[in-house]
């Protein structure tokens, strides 16, 4: 796949800002802009500069790579987003022929007013409805779930739901979100928690110039959707990315999005057999990334303490939805609870002059998040290639949702042309539920090639094994 070829555009100021705060936050110490240049016009509809968001978070996931593959600094190749296509891609990139995706959403989960603000449900994992059925009580459709939810104050359903471990987000202002005690911790947390370990054999990886990661063995332990757009990101520069789910587990709105490159497999962790079987994974692994809650790996027996004793050289990427510190630190959250919580759907709705919230066109603090973490694993790649020291990256949906809002607005409010066949790539992907077009790449970086040699496969498709073991 490549990217259009068309004159670069000036940057916009918050597309500049976006690229400077995320390479400082990488450990960054030079202007990221001048190894950067972008293509395309147009703006995602937003009152957030979403267009940029996307742009620059691919653009520094590219440069980071740029870094792994340079022999030195001095010839760290360009990079080049097409800040369309990136548009596109934050929406999804795969076009299904003669088939269609499953619906992104379950029948209740949405947006509900309470009896003193909105209010939104996640009830797309099954026991996630059930927590929230359970609160309700005798809901069976979208308006018996609206009549019962406005029998409730906004904050007082939120906490009952995660009490009785469901999802879901009350909507809050900006200003309330800052003087909230989890919005002032995550305020004080960095974009990226980062911490180098102790050192440990290195698997020497063999890169080649258009695949710099090839022989990089990524274990994915993610969900949806900023974690499996991580490690996405790896796989298309050659990375071997092995994604481990437990028995029935299933996301049909989004794993043939988000699967593409990757091989998956089944293990119930639960189980001493499967345990063991993940060790001897882990052990062999470069890279681990996850998005469960700490206390679930805890529980069992596989914290990070036992990953740094199994293997002190390890890449320990791990993703959180409220932030590391304060009193929400663990719960659980996704892309459209963080916009409500933390201020960004509010502020939509308010300078839309909308009586609806209206978050972001796209789930776009997912998939920023997910491109900062694969940037981090390749900044923790080529520290460990100098020093031979494992790392462990901590994200938060939360940080980025804060990062976003604090962005400064853009001037350019021209909206994106209409997706047009020319902007998906002429490649048939053999995917598991049917033929399928993905878009062209975004991103292209200077003599190396994006793109993926496995189409996407069902979940539970591969055997619990590296390749050639």
């Known amino acids: 796949m490549s990217t259009h070829s068309s004159a670069p555009l000036p940057p916009s100021a918050s597309l500049t800002h976006f690229a400077r705060t995320l390479w400082k936050g990488l450990g960054g110490t030079t202007d990221p802009m001048d190894a950067l240049s972008f293509t395309g016009a147009g703006q995602l509809p937003s009152v957030f500069p979403v267009t940029d968001l996307a742009s620059a978070s691919m653009a520094v996931a590219g440069l980071a790579l740029a870094e792994v593959a340079a022999p030195s600094r001095a010839l760290v190749p360009q990079v080049r987003v097409d800040r369309r296509l990136?548009?596109?891609?934050?929406?999804?990139?795969?076009?299904?022929?003669?088939?269609?995706?499953?619906?992104?959403?379950?029948?209740?989960?949405?947006?509900?007013?309470?009896?003193?603000?909105?209010?939104?449900?996640?009830?797309?994992?099954?026991?996630?409805?059930?927590?929230?059925?359970?609160?309700?009580?005798?809901?069976?459709?979208?308006?018996?779930?609206?009549?019962?939810?406005?029998?409730?104050?906004?904050?007082?359903?939120?906490?009952?739901?995660?009490?009785?471990?469901?999802?879901?987000?009350?909507?809050?202002?900006?200003?309330?979100?800052?003087?909230?005690?989890?919005?002032?911790?995550?305020?004080?947390?960095?974009?990226?928690?980062?911490?180098?370990?102790?050192?440990?054999?290195?698997?020497?990886?063999?890169?080649?110039?258009?695949?710099?990661?090839?022989?990089?063995?990524?274990?994915?332990?993610t969900r949806i959707l900023a974690g499996p757009v991580a490690t996405r990101f790896l796989a298309g520069f050659g990375a071997e990315v092995l994604r481990i789910d437990p028995p029935g587990w299933e996301e049909p709105g989004t794993v043939p999005e988000v699967v593409l490159g990757k091989r998956c497999a089944r293990l119930d962790l639960r189980h001493a057999a499967d345990r063991a079987v993940f060790e001897h994974l882990l052990r062999q692994a470069d890279v681990l990334v996850h998005g469960l809650r700490p206390q679930a790996l805890e529980r069992l027996g596989l914290g990070v303490s036992w990953r740094r004793a199994v293997h002190p050289g390890l890449i320990d990427v791990s993703l959180d939805a409220y932030g590391w510190s304060g009193p929400w630190r663990g719960r659980r959250g996704f892309d459209s609870l963080i916009q409500m919580s933390t201020g960004i759907a509010e502020e939509g709705m308010r300078r839309t002059g909308r009586q609806v919230p209206v978050p972001l066109p796209v789930q776009a603090i997912d998939h920023a998040t997910g491109y900062l973490m694969a940037a981090a694993a390749l900044k923790a790649l080529a520290h460990r290639r100098q020093t031979g020291q494992?790392?462990?990256?901590?994200?938060?949906?939360?940080?980025?949702?804060?990062?976003?809002?604090?962005?400064?607005?853009?001037?350019?409010?021209?909206?994106?042309?209409?997706?047009?066949?020319?902007?998906?790539?002429?490649?048939?992907?053999?995917?598991?539920?049917?033929?399928?077009?993905?878009?062209?790449?975004p991103l292209s970086i200077e003599g190396m090639a994006m793109h993926w040699e496995l189409a996407a496969p069902a979940l539970g498709s591969s055997a619990a094994a590296w390749s050639g073991t």
């Open 86 to 221: 990136a548009s596109f891609w934050f929406g999804g990139s795969l076009r299904p022929i003669g088939w269609a995706l499953a619906p992104l959403w379950d029948a209740i989960a949405g947006d509900y007013q309470a009896a003193d603000r909105w209010i939104r449900l996640h009830t797309n994992a099954p026991h996630h409805r059930t927590a929230a059925l359970a609160v309700l009580g005798g809901v069976t459709d979208r308006e018996s779930a609206a009549q019962a939810v406005a029998r409730w104050r906004a904050s007082d359903l939120e906490s009952a739901i995660v009490e009785q471990g469901g999802c879901a987000a009350a909507m809050r202002s900006l200003d309330e979100w800052s003087s909230h005690p989890q919005g002032e911790a995550v305020q004080a947390e960095p974009l990226l928690h980062v911490a180098f370990g102790a050192q440990g054999p290195e698997r020497a990886w063999v890169g080649t110039t258009q695949r710099p990661l090839h022989g990089v063995r990524v274990l994915d332990l």
């Open 390 to 441: 494992g790392c462990e990256v901590r994200a938060s949906l939360a940080r980025t949702a804060h990062w976003l809002a604090q962005a400064p607005s853009s001037l350019d409010r021209e909206p994106l042309l209409p997706e047009a066949l020319h902007d998906q790539s002429p490649e048939i992907e053999a995917t598991a539920w049917g033929p399928a077009r993905r878009l062209l790449a």
